[in-house]
């Protein structure tokens, strides 16, 4: 099933703008290019833009846009099937997202980040259920399913808004999702008001027309910063063990812990898509998989390095640098920290034993999120191969062997 093409001639003006501006941009910094842009990919899908369009996309890109961090970052996601480079990062917007996070534009956390992603979703779901942001004909789900995407959305919100956020949030919208939409917005959190984030509306690109695909998106980028989040907790336990600091190590082994939850309940929301329409748009995103996620592998390695049957299967070599950094022979671990500081202050005491806790609970709590990962998979799935060329879910039911601390004596 082909989408019907559509022509939007604003949008090619303003390529054609930008193609004869000779190195003097258009705009300071691309936002309204890409804006019209995205508006165009959400209407036909990127598998679908002409071909001379994503010719003269690249000529920009190379004339104007080194200058232009957010915009290089923007058409290189744009460009990716045309160069034959699509993948996660690509499809996901990661290079856009995590220049949101940089120090110099960053005004929120990685963690944040996933509540804005999440509270996006409502704006978007919302909105269709209330007849904006998209045409007719986009395959919108049913008002039920509506009702139980936004209750697991607005909960995972709510999760991550602090004390200084906004107040509490409604479990669902009334009158049909959409009667209540105007007094949400206003509970929601939204992107600091910064001109750098004004790029965060740009960061969803899909690959074809229906509707779930704009959700799915989000929520994969929300996984990515929450792996990101639980990486830098792993990182600073991985440095409290170093400086000889048990019980701190295992508060940021805790905190991990709490993101997996969160990130449980992700899963829930994404089990409100339809198989049959999860199968339609995937069609369009064969090399980009979930396999190829940076961070959560940058994660895993940081809690200890994997055997080697794993750090050279798919699973490492489909992320080659944080493969190379977790060969580095300088790469620190939890598992490596934990050992040095047990062989030289001897086993026993209180802090141990809460640290073997906390160590357990996360390890724990990483294989339920694997069983909950391979389960929505068997659904959405079936016998088919995963978008990555792995098996699917007879790749999945593997890893499930797969232990963060495998070394340690408190793995069974």
Known sequence: ???????????????????????????????????SLNNHVRRTGKHFLPKPMLIRLGEIRHRNAPGLPFLHAFLDCLLDKHENRF???????LPVLELLLDERNSAASADRMSALLMADVVRFEAGAAGGSREGPGRGRPDADTVSTRLRHA?????????????????????????????????????????DAWAWFDVTVQPVYVLHDEYFFIRILQAHEMLFTAMAEHVRSAV????????????????????????????????????????????????????????????????????????????????VPAVQAETQDPGHDTVTRAYLDLRRERGPGGAAWSRLDAALGRLESRHQRWKSAHRGLAARMLGDAHGSGYTDGVPYLTGALENRLFWELPLTH
Not at 12 to 27: G, I, N, Q, T
Not at 163 to 187: I, M, N, T, W, Y
Request: proline letters at 7%; aromatic letters at 8%; one cysteine or more.
């Open 87 to 93: 993948w996660n990062r690509t499809y996901l917007s």
């Open 1 to 35: 099933m082909t989408p019907q093409a559509e022509r939007c001639p604003s949008t090619l003006r303003a390529v054609r703008r930008w193609v004869a501006a000779d190195r003097v941009p258009v705009e300071p910094d691309g936002l309204a290019l890409a804006r």
């Open 239 to 318: 440095v409290a063990l170093r400086e000889g600091y048990p019980e701190e190590c295992a508060e940021r082994i805790d905190d991990a812990e709490a993101m997996f939850e969160r990130a449980a309940g992700l899963f829930r929301t994404v089990a409100t898509m339809r198989a049959e329409h999860f199968s339609i748009f995937r069609h369009y995103t064969q090399g980009a998989s979930a396999i190829q996620s940076e961070q959560y592998k940058r994660f895993e390695s940081l809690c200890g390095v994997p055997q080697a049957s794993r750090l050279h299967s798919t699973a490492f070599t489909s």
């Open 154 to 194: 607005l909960r995972f919100v709510a999760q991550g808004i602090d004390e200084s956020g906004p107040g509490d949030l409604p479990s669902r919208l009334d009158g049909g999702c959409g009667s209540r939409l105007e007094d949400l917005a206003d509970h929601l959190p939204r992107p600091p008001a910064t």
